[in-house]
């Protein structure tokens, strides 16, 4: 019973840890909880994301369906804070390798993907339904 807490209570800290990680959240909450979003772009008719400037060097997407609910999230920042990040990662998710983790929702689970590009780093947080995966979009990351 007691690991059975300690789990859960580590699986609320990593949602509510990591950058406000709202995945599998609504638009709505989210925009309460950060304010009006920075921009607003849109990837197809049915696909959209919001984007927050967190700092001078930190941003923050959030990706929508038609649904309204966050089923991507990204973290774009320079390699100055990447100890800090995968740290986190480290101690809040389940790590699979050197560029994944994972953690377990009530509708399934979020999968944490590192990648590394020129001038920073990339980390995306996409929902693994239980009967579906949410479908990737292509982007300028």
Same mark, same amino acid.
């Given at each position: 019973?007691?690991?059975?807490?300690?789990?859960?209570?580590?699986?609320?800290?990593?949602?509510?840890?990591?950058?406000?990680n709202?995945?599998?959240?609504?638009?709505k909450?989210i925009?309460?909880v950060?304010?009006?979003?920075d921009?607003?772009?849109?990837?197809?008719?049915?696909?959209?994301?919001? @984007?927050?400037?967190?700092?001078?060097?930190?941003?923050?997407?959030?990706?929508?369906?038609?649904?309204e609910?966050?089923?991507?999230?990204?973290?774009?920042?320079?390699?100055?804070?990447?100890?800090?990040?995968?740290?986190?990662?480290?101690?809040?998710?389940?790590?699979?390798?050197?560029?994944?983790?994972?953690?377990?929702?009530?509708?399934? =689970?979020?999968? @944490?993907?590192?990648?590394?590009?020129?001038?920073?780093?990339?980390?995306?947080?996409?929902?693994?339904?239980?009967? =579906?995966v949410?479908?990737?979009?292509?982007?300028m990351?």
């Open positions: 019973m007691k690991r059975i807490i300690i789990l859960i209570s580590i699986m609320l800290l990593s949602i509510i840890g990591f950058s406000q709202f995945i599998n959240q609504s638009k909450d925009i309460r950060k304010g009006s979003p921009f607003k772009v849109d990837v197809t008719k049915e696909v959209y994301y919001i @984007a927050y400037k967190a700092n001078e060097t930190k941003y923050e997407l959030y990706y929508f369906d038609q649904s609910i966050c089923y991507i999230f990204a973290v774009i920042d320079n390699y100055k804070y990447l100890t800090e990040n995968v740290k986190d990662l480290n101690e809040n998710y389940i790590k699979l390798d050197d560029t994944t983790w994972e953690y377990y929702m009530k509708d399934g =689970k979020c999968v @944490a993907k590192l990648t590394y590009f020129e001038s920073g780093f990339s980390i995306l947080f996409t929902m693994v339904y239980e009967n =579906k949410a479908k990737p979009v292509k982007t990351l």
